[in-house]
């Protein structure tokens, strides 16, 4: 693995060498700025490029817009340290095309660094395997009416067209390369679309600024899971990073718990655990869709929701950033219908309309 590391620290800069040139199938370089960095790509293409923000002469967003736009997009993990304002930075890094971000503080680096080694280097080899396209630009933002959420002045919705006799629950799991698909899926969703429940691997504070960000975007509510939420129709609920999120049934609604607990498949929030407790919860009445990601994390749950009744969609490998969590989950038999990423929000709406095929 060829990585380079883009940052103005000479302190991360020597730390990150030592830690990923322990294995001797690694080679590291390292560049003060990205303008050092373009000059070292040219003359060698690394597998992936672990990159800060705040850095001279050129900040490390628009190297990254740079590198995405680019005919061969290399993986780019962004390590930064990422504080209040700092988090609006991170999602828009990962909008960009970062494969992953992770924070790192402003005192003590060297130390955070050695104490996340194994989980630091397992993210930089994970995104070495990534298959990245050019980045399409995403689209403006709609205007939204101060009073979209305004529950308490405006009139109650109608009942829901999707919902006949009981409610439907859609379960999304997503990880690399997730937060674009949870965009164009969720942009696409009518304001009558089925509840939706989300796992996105993601570290817990870009989690409410991610579920905020689109919530603009959206004609459906999108808002940061708590515990005691309703799933209901014209509504999408993140799970907040670092605690899972389960589903339960309350009479013949349904709500969710944002709870701690030990990782399951590697990951907390996990998709296996949400997908797990919608099969339970819901059965026939859900529908589980599985987008790009590394890993395995989900397979096993969409298999149980499948099993229990529910309809169950997979990304196709053409449009995933990193097919192996759908890959998984195909392979699993835990998957009905396969689709590329522009197919899904209509298909997703026909199986809770209609169910299984």
Not at 243 to 254: E, F, S
């Amino acid at each position: 693995m060829n990585v380079l590391v883009v940052d103005d620290s000479a302190v991360v800069r020597q730390a990150l060498t030592m830690l990923l040139s322990g294995s001797r199938h690694n080679r590291v370089a390292v560049a003060a700025d990205p303008v050092i960095a373009a000059d070292k790509i040219r003359l060698s293409r690394p597998d992936v490029i672990v990159l800060d923000i705040e850095m001279p002469r050129l900040d490390g967003l628009s190297f990254l817009r740079t590198i995405m736009a680019s005919a061969d997009p290399i993986p780019v993990v962004v390590c930064s340290s990422l504080a209040g304002s700092g988090t609006e930075v991170a999602l828009q890094a990962l909008e960009e095309g970062a494969v992953a971000v992770m924070e790192k503080p402003r005192l003590g680096i060297r130390e955070f660094l050695h104490e996340h080694s194994r989980r630091l280097v397992e993210t930089i080899t994970e995104a070495a395997q990534t298959r990245l396209r050019p980045r399409r630009r995403p689209a403006p933002a709609r205007e939204v009416s101060p009073l979209r959420n305004a529950d308490a002045v405006l009139p109650p919705r109608p009942a829901a067209t999707l919902t006949r006799t009981t409610e439907k629950v859609v379960a999304i799991g997503a990880s690399t390369g997730g937060t674009e698909a949870l965009r164009e899926i969720l942009e696409a969703m009518p304001p009558d679309a089925p509840g939706i429940v989300v796992v996105q691997h993601m570290p817990e504070i870009f989690t409410r600024a991610f579920a905020d960000r689109l919530n603009g975007l959206c004609r459906i509510e999108v808002k940061e899971a708590e515990s005691g939420d309703r799933v209901h129709a014209g509504r999408a609920l993140i799970a907040p990073g670092n605690r899972h999120l389960l589903v339960r049934r309350n009479g013949a609604q349904y709500c969710v718990d944002a709870v701690d607990g030990p990782a399951v498949s590697r990951h907390r929030p996990s998709v296996d655990v949400l997908f797990r407790s919608v099969a339970q919860a819901a059965g026939p009445n859900a529908v589980g869709v599985i987008l790009t990601g590394m890993g395995r994390d989900g397979a096993d749950g969409l298999r149980e929701m499948k099993n229990l009744g529910a309809a169950t969609i997979a990304q196709d490998e053409a449009t995933c950033i990193v097919f192996g969590m759908p890959k998984e989950a195909i392979a699993l038999g835990a998957v009905d219908d396969v689709a590329p990423l522009g197919r899904i929000p209509a298909l997703l709406i026909e199986r809770a309309t209609r169910g299984r095929r």
